[in-house]
């Protein structure tokens, strides 16, 4: 239904470094000093305690780097009957300085013995000497105390043997069920590792620096099969009929990318140009929606060993549907999972929509394999690293393979979407400290994953494509199987190397070949590094405000502040030492030239040939900044609009109308401007472009009808209805046309019977009931599924029956599409249903809930229902998605100590949050929503997420008192 989306902080720079341009002071803290043995001796009090009451050695967050691993031989035997594993371990360890203990990650694990062997003990066979194992878990790590000092520069063999249960929620080593077409409930047992949760499934070195080889072998029985990163070398028969398989040792890499599965999968498999075999995985009733992800895979992994001009280094790509699952993918390294909607193409369910989706999500994990599993950045304050250029590299990726999706014209609305949340004080930037595994997990966000990869599209744009691919194909030679930081990445695109540097094997660095890392652009000298960092180092978005003055363009930047205006008190200091080195670009109407301008000042002046008629910045609107005309700018390009909107570029109108609205809610433009410039949509002919108008006009109609003024509801859906009559009423209810026409599709006839357009909800009902007639067999255009089940769902038998076949649907498309339809009941009895399903587990999964909980909110029958559910039920809700390991909720640990122990379930919970609260526009909500946030306070409990929130309910209050008279007139005079 919603895919779910997603955040962090200190770096690993070495020394106190502070950024060298004027902004908000981000200093990035120095690794943490090492206490060493001699300290530990000296001040034991300043140590804490492990929990068998000992000193626990080691006091940071962040392991030492004295020892560290260099190869895995990890042995897993999991029970699905008893639900448990018993494992063991043997790691190769490299002890750089000597040491009397070495610390590594354990979380939730008996540890049942633990011996070391060094070289000598192995090559005379010698027994391994016995460790004494210390446990902290408040920083989920283990000591193992050595009788003897380790000697430097020596090699040793830790060996481990634990075991523990297979984890309940969606991180570990986990079990996952699904149902088969025949009824029967079946389990099976899966890794999902990144951030930090490798050490829930075995003790080892959890952070992305500590790269290593791992060799795996997995005991099995006969009936099940067993995959890894590797392909598998051989099975062996061992005691009690069970099998045991062993996989190829992997490359060199983090432990966040090692993944395993035992599940009973069928697969399709076919073989990249390069040789590498694609195989995708599902349950075996789902086997026949796999085909277009292989399809798929196979394209997207020809065209990256092509653009990035390396191999893929594995023999097998895996891509697994996996029934459980908390994000929407994870790149592991050759095996990679997904959530069964971003792989699974079911053509009798799966709409344009969905399908865009799933190529994206392949895309975007395959970018992975080189940007974060090849090259991986230094600490998760870089997530962006990886993120971002995976989300970056979908563009580019899917409009090659792909061209017939028109995915380019999608990619403006990634950045308008973090735009959002950017402009808000709460936001962060891109790299940002994290230290905690709940810091960690909240880099996974959109200003890591969108901005990331906006300010990377800004700057493809600004270098041109050719330098930025050289640049980015550098850095990749240059740092595959290590790890690398913002600086590397900036270095390697301002050095322009010679292709030859890089197919001779060479690499190209900065001193050898070129004189230094200045660009020069229009004669001007452009350093990367410092251009770049006043986007990364500093949170926010410019606002470029641009005055004509005959034929001088007067220039100014600020900080563009969602919801706070220039005469509120708060705007000036909020606007202090912010400032970016922007790439503008933009037209006039005199010429078909783009121009170019770098505005690294607070103000500056571009005196132009001629006088122009109108001026537009932000060609293509492939900056990351917001422009305000001021004087009559904003005039001229309506009048240019309505007399001729085709003079400028589709995605130029699409900028001009979200710069518009988003200067509405900065109270930098009136509402009716803004309105005024949506009027020439009725000739609108690119599609992207109408979507976006029609968008603002639904999220107006929204939040007018949540608070129940009723005749701006009633005027705006008339309003509505009438002006786009004629498209309406164009459209057909198949699959025919582009995927944008079937987008347009889509969203036109969602809303039309949204808005009890009656020839809408006639259709939708008649093709309801012959569906319903049909026993479920009816093939209903898959672009209009969800609509034709939502206006059924009207009705109690309608729901019902659409609840039942919710059950049954082995398609995970379709069954989206119903629980959507579902949520849109107006009866609360039946919401409330939904809700109590969702805690049960069962019919609708966990994974689920908090996509739930969103849709219902959105319902404006079902906003009060689903927020008081939150908060009458937050502790049981907390239980259910936060997984606290058993041994961080031991009697010793204070709540917010074990907090260091609260995973994923916060991405859950984050989005409960924000889903249930963000759409509130009163000052009692505001209110009601602080007192809640307080109470979780009292709890020990501080998100981020609740600054977020309450700056958005804000933000919408503000926007509701400016806005709400000068709608009600405009609608007044254009109806
Ligand atoms: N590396 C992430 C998975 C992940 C997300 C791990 C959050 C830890 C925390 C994966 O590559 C990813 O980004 N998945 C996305 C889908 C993608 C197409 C945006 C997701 O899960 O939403
Ligand atoms: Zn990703």
Partial sequence: MVNSCRKLNCNIYIGFYCSAIILPLICICSQFSQPTIDQFTKDPGAFPVATNGELFPWRELRLPTVVIPLHYDLFIHPNLTSLDFVASEKIEVLVRDATQFIILHSNGLEIMNATLQSEEDLRYRKPGKKLTVLSYPAHQQIALLVPEKLRADLRYSVAIDFQAKLADGFEGFYKSTYRTLGGETRTIAVTDFEPTEARMAFPCFDEPLFKANFSIKIRRESRHIALSNMPKIKTVEVDGGLLEDHFGTTVKMSTYLVAYIVCDF??????????VKVSVYASPDKWSQTHYALEASLKLLDFYEKYFDIQYPLPKLDLVAIPDFASGAMENWGLITYRETSLLF???????????????VIAHELAHQWFGNLVTMEWWNDIWLNEGFATYMELISVNATYPELQFDDDFMNTCFEVIKKDSLNSSHPISNQAETPTQIQEMFDAVSYKK??????????????????????????KFSYRNAKNDDLWNSLSNSCLESDFTSGGFCYSDSKTTSNTLTFLGENVEIKEMMTTWTLQKGIPLVVVKQEGRSLRLRQERFLNGVFREDPEWGPLQERYLWHIPLTYATSSSNEIHKHFLKSKTDTLDLPETTSWVKFNVDSNGY??????????????????????????????GLIHDAFQLVSAGRLTLDKALDLTRYLQRETSIPALLKGLEYLELFYHTIDRRNISDITENLKHYILQYFKPVIDMQSWSDEGSVWDRMLRSVLLKLACYLNHTPCIQKATELFSQWVESSGKLNISTDVLKIVYSVGAQTTAGWNYLLEQYGLSLSAAEKNKILYALSTSKHQEKLMKLIELGMEGKIIKTQDLAALLHAIARNPKGQQLAWNFVKENWTHLLKKLVSFTSSVCSFTQTLLESLVGFDLGSFALRMIISGTTSHFSSKDELQEVKLFFESLKDQGIDLEIFQIVLETISKNIRWLEKNLSTLRNWLLISI
């Fill in 266 to 275: 069928n697969s399709v498999s076919g073989t990249a140009s390069s040789g």
């Fill in 346 to 360: 079911d053509p009798k369910t799966s709409s344009t929509s969905d399908k865009l989706w799933i190529t994206e």
């Fill in 625 to 654: 900044y917001i422009v305000h005309y001021e004087g009559h700018g904003w005039d001229q390009l309506i009048t240019l609009l309505n007399q001729n909107h085709t003079l400028l570029r589709p995605k130029d109108r699409i």
């Fill in 452 to 477: 990331g990869a906006c300010i990377l599209n800004m700057l493809k744009d600004f270098l041109s494509e050719g330098k930025f691919k050289t640049g980015i194909i550098h850095y990749l030679k």
